[in-house]
């Protein structure tokens, strides 16, 4: 493989799954870690990524921006949010993941609609607390500076204590067979803490993570109520999420 086909692959997976680890991509493309850390390291030179320790992340990821223009499928995600936000209903009590698609929902929330939001999420509860009508309440923890977002015990033990109306989460890789996966062991441990914590749990996805997976689980598919993508709920891409007990919008 070429050093351009190399790189292009690196960019359009850490575009698409937000962080990439380079002993994945190593393995993947079947060359060696040093050559994709030197390409990582040229990337992150060339400013279309960025490198961390042991990876990358992207650039649209990593911004506190709400209006972060540099988002990968920006109009998917606009899509996925307007359906989303067709959900919430005065006076709910909700919970809000990060992420560039649970960003794009908290920017359209109606500045009328009267919420209770909690969030982990450092650029979600700056971006709600321009709203009048919503209560946002961030839930405390160890921050991850990568993702923005509170992770460890702390924010573990506090999810416990509340019980939401819906929660609306993000997710790395989404599979019909396998669920629920990330490659960051933290992160998942979040997840179940929220889902655990809420009444009904909303998966919003764009199509191109669907049918894929990494190593740490966080739920089987049936432990989400909803799955929101930018697509028709009958489009083919969706047949093995339709064989399960999950509502698809």
């Known amino acids: 493989m070429l050093k351009e086909e ?15 680890l380079i002993t994945d991509i190593a393995e993947a ?90 969030t982990i999420s450092l650029p979600v509860a700056m971006e709600l607390s321009h709203k ?8 405390g923890g160890q921050i991850s500076k990568e993702a923005q977002i509170a992770i460890g015990a702390n924010a573990i033990h506090h999810l416990s204590e509340i019980r939401f109306d819906y929660s609306f989460i993000g997710t790395g890789y989404v599979d019909a067979t396998y669920g629920l996966t990330e490659f960051d062991w933290d992160i998942v441990q979040i997840k179940k803490a929220v889902i655990k914590a809420s009444k009904k749990t909303v998966l919003l996805s764009i199509s191109e993570k669907l049918n894929s997976q990494h190593r740490y689980k966080t739920c089987d598919i049936n432990s989400i109520n909803t799955m929101i993508t930018e697509l028709k709920p009958d489009d083919k891409l969706l047949k093995a999420f339709r064989n399960h007990d999950i509502k698809i919008i």
């Open 6 to 20: 190399r790189q292009q692959t690196i960019l359009s997976e850490v575009d698409l799954h937000n962080r990439i």
């Open 132 to 139: 009048a009508n919503i209560n946002v309440i961030s839930i």
């Open 29 to 118: 493309l079947d060359v060696s870690i040093d050559t994709i850390r030197r390409d990582v390291k040229e990337l992150d030179a060339e400013n279309k990524l960025r490198k961390v320790h042991g990876g990358a992340i992207s650039m649209g990821y990593m911004t506190n921006s709400a209006r972060n223009t540099n988002i990968y499928k920006i109009e998917d995600k606009a899509a996925i949010a307007v359906k989303a936000v067709s959900m919430l209903r005065d006076g709910a009590v909700i919970f809000l993941d990060g992420g560039t698609t649970c960003m794009e929902l908290a920017r359209i929330i109606p500045e009328n609609l009267n919420l209770t939001c909690f």
